[in-house]
């Protein structure tokens, strides 16, 4: 089992490399991340975007979705809400079969 602390460590080691080319300071915000069977959902933002009150500087998308199976860190879907998207992957329905 994937305690809080290491999610969020898991997620700041892939926000870092993720957006190492970006002029962002990443701000982990463990005490509004919270768990779900399937993953954590990992919060953070950008020192900058909170400094300024500016969303757009940073990420849009400011949740990162930590794997309780040792998969991947990922953003979710931008299309859905994050529970709504880990209810589909707890039920195996994600991702969606194509017909």
């Known amino acids: 089992m994937l305690s809080k602390h290491e999610a969020v460590e898991a997620a700041r080691a892939f926000l870092h490399k993720t957006f190492a080319d970006r002029p962002w300071t990443?701000?982990?915000?463990?005490?509004?991340?919270?768990?779900?069977?399937?993953?954590?959902?990992?919060?953070?933002?950008?020192?900058?975007?909170?400094?300024?009150?500016?969303?757009?500087?940073?990420p849009i998308i400011k949740v990162l979705i930590v794997p309780k199976d040792g998969s991947a860190p990922h953003f979710p879907p931008s299309h859905l809400p994050v529970a709504d998207y880990l209810d589909l992957v707890s039920r195996g329905e994600w991702p969606p079969k194509r017909a």
């Open 26 to 58: 990443i701000v982990m915000l463990p005490d509004e991340s919270y768990e779900h069977p399937a993953a954590w959902g990992v919060r953070f933002d950008t020192q900058e975007a909170i400094d300024s009150g500016d969303d757009f500087a940073g």
